[in-house]
């Protein structure tokens, strides 16, 4: 998929859309500082006696558990009231925190000023956007917008700042709509979108490897209205304004809710068991460090574990990560550490399994 382009416009555009100008950061890069398992690499292509093909595919989620900053470049503040009341439902939902902030930097950063258009950068790809340009756009807030309108279009711009697609490009929509493929190109070319806009924004389904998702889901807050007049036969969605079901179990395991705490861990100490004892969950265990020494931090036991460490003194900055480089399908990390504050997050390798570990920190002889 093409990478910084922003999407939406659930509303018709008066012109094409554009992309937000880019910092030097590329997007592979921004996502994969940002939280390891958003780089994904396949297995080769086995057997068929074709080319032997490695893929790697790259997802956009945030680090679990970190604080998103939120800044308004302009609007009316009844507007943006607003528009902060609805953003925060997330935080109920995704184990992440907005902040809502007036001065200096910030993540992402909300304008009023491109009348018509509605979009939002898609997870990390926010922090590719050059620091004075807007990551998202609303383009028909006014004092006057029902609460509903604002409720749909509020929600469905954070579900993409978190890092959620359309759901019409949800890999398992393939073949699910029966577009009628030119009167759509003909619909959206009156609203000044070429087709490649179109392809881009409604045609093209994401790669099975590049997506964590769920079944199609019509009843999306991700999803687009549908109209019959579009579609083949009769099928047709309405506009939806509430998260569905499957949207909030699919964010809650995207952005698990920390399960016990953070556990502090003793330096040289005896080694720590725990238990991954649901699908998706994390677990984060805090050291410090008082002089700089060699560390080697690891996980034992029967599951395959993927170790993260983060710091220093910042515990959403990912420092380095492991997965197979210990005994069996356990990881270890070796690392000379500056002195300073530093947490091990552990997690399944596969985000539906289960079970036990240890997990230990020491310094190297
Ligand atoms: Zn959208």
Redesign the pocket.
């Known amino acids: 998929m093409p990478t910084t382009r922003k999407?939406?416009?659930?509303y018709p555009p008066p012109h094409a859309a554009h992309p937000p100008a880019a910092s030097t950061r590329s997007s592979d890069q921004a996502a994969t500082d940002e939280r390891v398992d958003n780089i994904r690499i396949l297995p080769l292509a086995r057997g068929g006696g074709g080319p032997v093909r490695a893929a790697v595919e790259r997802m956009k989620l945030w680090d679990n558990g970190r604080t998103l900053r939120v800044k308004f470049i302009d609007g009316l503040p009844e507007v943006q009231a607003k528009v902060q009341a609805i953003a925060r439902e997330w935080e109920a939902i995704a184990n992440l925190k907005l902040k809502f902030v007036t001065t200096g930097a910030a993540e992402i950063r909300i304008s009023f000023a491109e009348k018509g258009f509605?979009?939002?950068t898609v997870g990390t790809d926010a922090l590719t956007v050059a620091a004075t340009e807007a990551t998202m756009n609303y383009g028909w807030l006014e004092p006057s917008t029902s609460l509903r309108e604002y409720q749909r279009v509020v929600r469905?711009?954070f579900?993409?700042a978190l890092g959620m697609i359309?759901e019409h490009q949800n890999p398992a929509a393939q073949g699910q709509i029966p577009w009628d493929k030119e009167k759509v190109y003909a619909h959206y070319a009156q609203q000044g979108w070429t087709r490649e806009d179109v392809d881009f924004?409604i045609f093209q389904v994401y790669t099975e490897d590049s997506t964590n998702h769920t079944a199609f889901d019509p009843a999306s807050i991700?999803e687009?209205a549908i109209p019959d007049s579009l579609t083949v036969g009769s099928y047709a969605v309405g506009w939806n304004t509430d998260f569905s079901p499957a949207d909030i179990e699919f964010m809650r395991k995207q952005y698990p809710m920390a399960s016990a705490g953070t556990v502090e861990l003793a330096v040289g100490g005896p080694r720590t068991s725990a238990d991954l004892a649901t699908a998706g969950e994390v677990d984060t265990y805090h050291f410090d460090v008082p002089a700089a020494a060699t560390h080697i931090m690891t996980t034992e036991g029967p599951s395959d574990t993927v170790l993260t460490l983060h710091g220093p003194n910042d515990s959403g900055a990912v420092l380095a990560w492991d997965d197979d480089r210990g005994q069996g399908l356990n990881a270890r990390i070796v690392r000379k550490l500056q002195p300073g504050s530093y947490w091990l997050s552990v997690r399944h390798k596969n985000a539906q399994a289960t079970g036990t570990y240890t997990v230990g920190v020491k310094k190297s002889r």
């Open positions: 999407i939406c416009s659930p509605s979009w939002s469905h711009e579900g993409h359309h924004n991700m687009y």
